[in-house]
């Protein structure tokens, strides 16, 4: 395809179809990299930056960036249940998530 046309609709089919095999490339590679420990405690600290579990209301116009850090770490956490919630509840064990005990076993808390 030399110059994308929105009009032609061969030129659509072939855009969607790329968008498509890359969000699948995108959630596999999200899917490896939660396979590691390293990885888990790599995004663990990427969605703790992004405040995805505490407010981002500041009382100011910091509230504006955090929300924008927020929104990032959001679209990640959403991919992340998406693909391989289990590894998410691992994640939230490995690293001692307040306010996640429900996701701890009893086995472990006893």
Request: glycine share 6%; with cysteine.
């Amino acid at each position: 395809m030399s110059v994308y046309d929105a009009n032609n609709p061969h030129h659509v089919g072939l855009a969607a179809l790329d968008a498509q095999e890359s969000r699948t490339r995108d959630l596999g590679d999200l899917t490896i990299v939660m396979n590691s420990e390293a990885g888990r405690r790599f995004v663990w600290r990427l969605l703790s930056a992004a405040h995805c579990f505490q407010t981002s209301f500041t009382g100011d116009t910091e509230t504006f960036f955090r929300e924008g850090e927020r929104n990032l770490g959001l679209q990640i956490l959403t991919d992340l249940l998406e693909e391989c919630p289990e590894r998410f509840a691992l994640m939230a064990r490995e690293n001692r998530a307040p306010g996640m005990a429900f996701l701890t076993s009893e086995k472990e808390t006893s």
